[in-house]
């Protein structure tokens, strides 16, 4: 009996092309910052918001609620960077804080939406039929009315709080949303692969979690990163009318309407550093998450 023969393998030649390892991370960060600039200038700026929230409690220099009025009404220095409220509170330490609790509501409301519309999306989308009718007739009826005036009546009768808060935007978000999810599936669902799967017995959650899911995936990226900044803005603008995180947490619309409405011509640092916060924050996400939809969506690739 002869033994097989194994080849021993060879090295390519010195200059030769080596394949490349894979690093999907490092290559996306690329392409963010060569082909859209000012998204990868964006994600710059959330990401020193996100660091600066997550460190809020370390980087605060006084304590959230410590008055002294002694230094009330003192304008931005070397001492207090943004100054100080009508009670004598540092401006900087209730911007972190505030800051900390924005981005908390905002992306666990961001989650929370992100789940109903595939909850909602998915089934309509891939079922079709009267299940999708009865669905789509209840997102109609739901997106009729304006959601500015279903939050203020929803947190008028649960009351103020960050959990309710949470959950209104959460369904808010997540029902209209759900549009977008659905009409994904429904494409999704026709391709051969799908067909395929149903052919040889695959169960539907199966297909939806092993092939449908995984192909929505940028869908559900953007979905989630472009709600960040619509609720970060609904929550201010509940704060700003007395129905959002009840005092004396520190959130940006609640010193926008407390102490920066009655001190801005005072104190104008009191309007004008909360605005701005809430300018740049939103800012940044909305072209960061318009970067995100040109890389990801693959009828945007190719185009520059």
Same mark, same amino acid.
């Given at each position: 009996?002869?033994?097989?023969s ?35 200038? =964006?994600? &710059? %700026?959330?990401? $020193?918001? +996100? #660091?600066?929230?997550?460190?809020? /409690? ?5 304590? !959230? ?8 009404l ?62 789509q007739r ?13 939050l ?6 649960? =009351?103020? &709080? %960050?959990?309710q $808060?949470? +959950? #209104?935007?959460?369904?808010?978000? /997540?029902?209209g949303?759900?549009?977008i !999810?659905?009409g ?12 395929a ?14 092939h ?20 970060i ?5 509940l ?66």
């Amino acid at each position: 009996m002869t033994s097989a023969s194994v080849s021993p393998s060879v090295d390519p030649p010195d200059g030769a092309m080596r394949p490349r390892p894979a690093r999907p991370v490092r290559d996306f960060v690329v392409r963010l910052v060569r082909d859209k600039p000012l998204g990868a200038a =964006g994600a &710059g %700026v959330f990401l $020193i918001f +996100v #660091v600066a929230a997550v460190f809020a /409690g370390v980087l605060a220099p006084y304590g !959230v609620n410590e008055t002294s009025l002694y230094r009330r009404l003192q304008a931005p220095s070397g001492d207090y960077l943004f100054g100080t409220d009508h009670l004598g509170r540092d401006m900087l330490s209730r911007i972190l804080i505030g800051g900390q609790l924005s981005m908390t509501v905002a992306v666990l409301t961001s989650g929370l939406a992100t789940l109903v519309s595939l909850a909602i999306g998915m089934t309509a989308g891939y079922f079709g039929g009267r299940v999708d009718m009865v669905t789509q007739r209840f997102v109609d009826a739901w997106m009729i009315f304006p959601d500015l005036i279903l939050l203020v009546v929803v947190i008028s009768v649960l =009351g103020p &709080g %960050v959990p309710q $808060i949470i +959950v #209104v935007l959460g369904l808010l978000y /997540g029902i209209g949303g759900s549009r977008i !999810v659905r009409g994904a599936v429904m494409s999704i669902r026709e391709n051969t692969y799908t067909r395929a799967a149903q052919t040889i017995g695959a169960t539907s959650l199966h297909i939806l979690w092993r092939h449908i899911l995984p192909n929505i995936a940028p869908v559900v990226i953007l979905l989630f990163t472009s709600r960040i900044g619509g609720v970060i803005l609904a929550e201010a603008g509940l704060s700003f009318l007395g129905l959002g995180v009840p005092p004396p947490a520190p959130t940006w619309g609640g010193m926008l309407s407390g102490a920066g409405r009655s001190y801005m011509y005072v104190a104008p640092w009191l309007a004008i550093i909360p605005g701005v916060c809430l300018t740049l924050v939103v800012f940044s996400i909305n072209v960061f998450g318009d970067a995100l939809r040109d890389l990801l969506d693959p009828r945007m690739r190719g185009t520059r």
